[in-house]
């Protein structure tokens, strides 16, 4: 029987939290329901429609992901930048400060540094719990961060700015795509609402566009009345995919998580590499941190070469691994931030993020790890 009990395992959550039960059928898959318009079950309740994001595919994922956040409520999106512009001016308006983490994705980042301000909204940012608590005034309504951060793997500690936001009244906000609610679960740490690109680990196949908000159900109510305005849904179809995807993703983040270790000290070790950035190493100078808050260190990782003009022949000479963008996906990945995800920035907010031109971002996929290790041994062999 389906089940959001909150003592089960994560990989029974993936799997049954949520499910939409046919009784008609017996189906063991939520069915699609792609109807537009819904009979009134009674006078009272007269509100299924796809805008309002209450339609059952929705709330199948809604239910799956506030289970597996272990929030009280969820709110699926159509993208994951539709869930962080919704949450944001939901909860800002004109004279309101928020604090920012430096490193961001570049796509939240544009959207904070070019529509907020323009709405009258104050920015500040900070690397760390420290520089945000000196960046707090009387009018801050909001601290916004990502841990591990795009795409320098920098973490947060989640527990200290739950706290701080707690003592001063603050929202405090997390992008938790690069962990997964299977690495961590910033809720019961105390921060207030947690946001997913569902495009990434959640659907983790490369095929859908999805964003998620997981909250307590005061926040997400809030959240959902300005979201009916903007009209960021979730088409039914998309729910469905996204639905199949969250049923193998316990299994598949533990295998993002090995070969991304496996990867990473490889990396860490070869001569014509300069840096990693990987919380799992126990150099990364937020390593404590993230064993203290996360149960896997994730699939996600970036490295500079000593050499940052070989750059552009290590992308032509890998085979299994592709140059793209996005991640997540099961097949691996690699860019270079400054060319793609944080192109939009300008090169003194790069350099502020600490974003090289000769950084590399890598999705590590399940793959063979041994492949894995071969096709990035061949790319920096030197001839």
Same mark, same amino acid.
């Given at each position: ?26 189906? *063991? ?8 318009? !819904?009979?009134?079950? $009674?006078?009272?309740? #007269?509100?299924?429609?796809?805008? !309002?994001? $209450?339609?059952?595919? #929705? ?22 930048? *539709? ?18 983490? $430096? ?7 544009? /959207? ?15 690397? @760390? ?6 960046? +707090? ?13 795009? =795409? ?9 700015? *739950? ?19 299977? @690495? ?8 207030? *609402? ?6 990434? !680990? ?26 009916? @305005? ?10 469905? #995919? /996204?639905?199949?995807? +969250?049923?193998? /993703? ?8 090995? @070969? ?17 950035? !990987?919380?799992?190493? =126990? ?53 270079? =931030? ?28 399940i793959e063979d790890v041994a492949d894995l290790l071969a096709d990035f041994s061949e790319a920096l062999a030197v001839e």
């Open positions: 029987m389906t089940t959001d009990s909150p003592t089960h395992g994560l990989s029974t959550l993936c799997i049954h939290a949520g499910t939409h039960l046919d009784q008609t059928t017996g189906g *063991a898959c939520s069915p699609i329901f792609t109807s537009t318009a !819904y009979a009134f079950p $009674n006078p009272a309740k #007269q509100n299924i429609y796809p805008r !309002y994001f $209450n339609t059952p595919n #929705q709330q199948v994922i809604n239910r799956k992901l506030a289970a597996l956040e272990k929030g009280e409520a969820a709110l699926v999106f159509g993208s994951g930048m *539709a869930a962080i512009s919704t949450l944001l001016l939901a909860h800002l308006k004109p004279g309101d400060h928020a604090i920012f983490q $430096n490193d961001l994705y570049g796509g939240s980042m544009r /959207l904070i540094s070019s529509e907020l301000p323009r709405l009258g909204v104050q920015l500040s940012w900070g690397a @760390n719990v420290a520089e945000f608590a000196a960046a +707090l005034r009387p009018e801050t309504r909001l601290i916004y961060v990502e841990s591990p951060s795009n =795409p320098l793997l920098h973490c947060i500690d989640l527990a200290e700015l *739950a706290a701080l936001g707690k003592r001063h009244g603050v929202l405090t906000v997390i992008d938790n795509t690069f962990a997964t609610p299977i @690495n961590q679960n910033p809720i019961p740490l105390g921060i207030d *609402a947690v946001i997913h690109s569902a495009t990434k !680990y959640l659907n983790g196949h490369s095929d859908v566009n999805a964003g998620v908000v997981v909250a307590s159900a005061e926040i997400v109510s809030r959240v959902t009345e300005s979201a009916v @305005n903007f009209g960021g849904m979730l088409d039914a179809h998309a729910c469905s #995919q /996204l639905e199949r995807g +969250l049923k193998t /993703l316990a299994l598949r983040v533990q295998r993002h998580n090995e @070969n991304a270790e496996a990867l990473a000290r490889f990396l860490a070790s070869h001569p014509a590499v300069s840096k990693v950035n !990987y919380p799992g190493l =126990p150099e990364h100078p937020d390593h404590a941190i993230a064993a203290r808050q996360m149960r896997g260190f994730g699939g996600m990782l970036s490295f500079e070469l000593r050499q940052p003009e070989r750059l552009d022949r290590l992308l032509s000479r890998l085979r299994i691994v592709m140059p793209a963008l996005s991640l997540g996906g099961v097949e691996s990945l690699i860019c270079v =931030p400054s060319r793609s995800t944080h192109r939009t920035m300008t090169p003194a907010e790069r350099q502020r993020a600490g974003i090289s031109d000769g950084l590399l971002r890598v999705s590590v996929g």
